[in-house]
């Protein structure tokens, strides 16, 4: 990996051999365990695979590079620009079975204690036999994404110091993900989380209110059509010493 900050200019470049478990055909049995999700396979979705099931095809990623550039304007203010490419491997010596290819751009910027972040991204799984979905895993479980979509992001905050006892800090937040254009013709994934995060000494704390549909983080999945909407009050309470 290569990281260079020149004066307004931040350069990162990394390559990766394989993921965290060694690729397809790493070391350890069950690709599900991890703490971050990766492609595992490929999903024969248009034929009735389960999106909750191991894959029939298992698939890694393969000699993937990463490139970070972004540029700071006025001290407040960060513009950049993100790619990345790098082949996916089939299991048991099959070889190249496609590609994958990401990039994005984003804003950050913060006016005195208003916050925005905005970020738009697209990705693509293109894989050889035109399959329209890939399982991914982690936390011991197996889920389905389409191979290609694109996301919007958008963040608006307001850091207010306070002395309310301990409390020393409220930031009120609001954060909309949109993921659309995906494959096979599949709904949108909408997300909102309207909240505040709470700083007292060493503790930070965040509360806020979840509303979503086809969202695997309230239930739903990213291959989902479904017309309801879940939601969910989320409290986190950190310590940090």
């Known amino acids: 990996s290569f ?4 004066d307004k200019h931040d350069i990162r470049v990394a390559y990766f051999l394989n993921d965290e478990k060694g690729g397809v055909d790493g070391y350890s049995g069950d690709k599900t365990h991890r703490y971050s999700y990766d492609v595992v396979g ?7 695979e389960g999106i909750y099931s191991a894959p029939a095809q298992q698939m890694g990623e393969s000699n ?26 089939g299991g048991s010596g099959v070889g190249s079975v496609g590609d994958h290819t990401a990039y994005a751009f984003h804003v950050k910027s913060k006016i005195e204690n208003i916050g925005i972040m905005f970020q738009a991204s697209e990705y ?9 979905a890939v399982a991914v895993g982690a936390w011991a479980f197996y889920d389905t994404i389409p191979t290609e979509a694109t996301a919007y992001n958008l963040n608006l905050s307001y850091s207010q110091s306070v002395s309310l006892g301990p409390i020393t800090n409220l930031t009120y937040y609001n954060d909309y993900n949109l993921i659309t254009d995906k494959s096979a013709g599949l709904d949108d994934t909408t997300m909102n989380a309207t909240g505040v995060a709470i700083s007292a000494g060493g ?5 806020d209110f979840v509303i979503a549909k086809n969202q695997p983080f309230l239930g739903g ?14 409290i986190n309470i950190g310590y940090y010493f």
């Open 203 to 207: 503790v930070y704390a965040y509360v």
């Open 3 to 6: 990281i260079g900050k020149y």
């Open 221 to 234: 999945t990213l291959v989902g059509n479904a017309d309801d909407w879940n939601k969910r009050l989320n």
């Open 42 to 48: 490929i999903r024969d979705y248009a034929s009735g």
């Open 124 to 132: 693509e799984y293109d894989l050889d036999n035109g399959s329209d």
């Open 64 to 89: 993937t590079i990463n490139l970070r550039y972004t540029y700071n304007f006025f001290s407040n203010t960060e513009v950049g620009v993100s790619l990345l490419s790098g082949d996916l491997e």
